[in-house]
């Protein structure tokens, strides 16, 4: 809750379950892919969930993130980054 946070999302360690983020501030904190090879934007599936956001990938049958209290609407593509190498 205090500064910027980043979540980060390893292609190695997808999470089997939904991973809920209670204190996401969109423009201020990131979410993080890495090691996706050609993984941009446009590969990262929003959908609304009341008054939460569902983060999921395209090539992924299962959401990642719950982010709690965060409107879809919200979200651009300048709240994600994208790294092909695993750090």
Excluded: C, H, K, M
């Amino acid at each position: 809750g205090e500064g910027s946070d980043d979540y980060r999302i390893a292609s190695g360690e997808i999470p089997t379950s939904l991973n809920t983020i209670i204190d996401f501030i969109p423009s201020v904190d990131q979410i993080t892919f890495i090691g996706f090879a050609d993984l941009d934007f446009t590969n990262v599936v929003l959908s609304s969930d009341g008054a939460d956001t569902l983060i999921g990938l395209d090539s992924l049958d299962n959401d990642l993130f719950r982010l709690q209290g965060v409107s879809v609407n919200s979200l651009s593509e300048t709240d994600f980054n994208f790294s092909a190498e695993v750090t």
